[in-house]
């Protein structure tokens, strides 16, 4: 099974502020790799695929990158309804994993 | 709209069974793969298990492996999980989910574009 490794587990940004979140695989899940987000009560919520590429309707400051073992999730500018959890999956492999989250929260 | 609805979610003893169903709507059911997923309270993500379009291909987690059958009926849009053996650690919120893009399933497969709310199973 591959281990994906969120960092930090906690970020506390201020409103405005860049966010920057990594994900690392145990393995090379070559671009195979998701980012959602979640936030309370709610359902997650697709962000990126493919690494880098946006899901339908997310905003521009968000944005993905990395291949292989190394991934990292942008937040160029906070905004309120930004903070949240946030996890990265591969899915390159089975089974499916996630990786177990970076909570945003207000600096 | 594309939509995910759960159901059949309870409270329900150690060792003893129970079957959830998710009812789709708003897409081609019969063109995408289907998965499950799982978050315990206060806890983060776990993929469960997953079906191809055409239920030849299934994948189950670790954790639920020998214990828990998917299965999908694609005239009636549905996606089913049945849950024997259950265990106190499988008190979660569960979740289905299809993929973004028709007609993958297996190595590589696909993110989770649309998830339902969730149906919550209490193992106790």
């Known amino acids: 099974e591959i281990v994906m490794t969120q960092s930090p587990a906690t970020l506390s940004v201020s409103p405005g502020e860049r966010a920057t979140l990594s994900c690392r695989a145990s393995?090379?899940?070559?671009?195979?790799l998701a980012w959602y987000q979640q936030k309370p009560g709610q359902a997650p919520r697709l962000l990126i695929y493919?690494?880098?590429t946006r899901a339908a309707g997310v905003p521009a400051r968000f944005s993905g990158s990395g291949s292989g073992t190394e991934f990292t999730l942008t937040i160029s500018s906070l905004q309120s309804e930004d903070f949240a959890v946030y996890y990265c999956?591969?899915?390159?492999?089975?089974?499916?994993?996630f990786g177990l989250g970076t909570k945003v929260d207000i600096k | 709209e594309v939509q995910l609805v759960e159901s059949g979610g309870g409270l329900v003893q150690p060792g003893r069974s129970l079957r959830l169903s998710c009812a789709a709507s708003?897409?081609?059911?019969?063109?995408?793969?289907m998965y499950w997923v799982r978050q315990a309270p206060g806890k983060g993500l776990e993929w469960v298990a997953g079906?191809?379009?055409?239920?030849?291909?299934?994948g189950y987690g670790d954790s639920v492996k020998g214990r828990f059958t998917v299965s999908r009926d694609n005239a009636k849009k549905s996606l089913y999980l049945q849950m024997d053996s259950l265990r106190i650690e499988d008190t979660a919120l569960y979740y289905c989910?299809?993929?973004?893009?028709?007609?993958?399933?297996?190595?590589?497969?696909?993110?989770?574009?649309?998830w339902g709310q969730g149906t919550m199973v209490t193992v106790s």
């Open positions: 989910a299809k993929d973004l893009s028709s007609g993958y399933f297996g190595s590589p497969g696909d993110a989770f574009d649309v």
């Open positions: 708003g897409f081609i059911f019969h063109d995408y793969a």
């Open positions: 079906i191809s379009w055409d239920s030849i291909g299934v």
């Open positions: 393995q090379s899940v070559n671009s195979n």
């Open positions: 493919g690494a880098y």
């Open positions: 999956q591969q899915y390159n492999n089975w089974p499916r994993t």
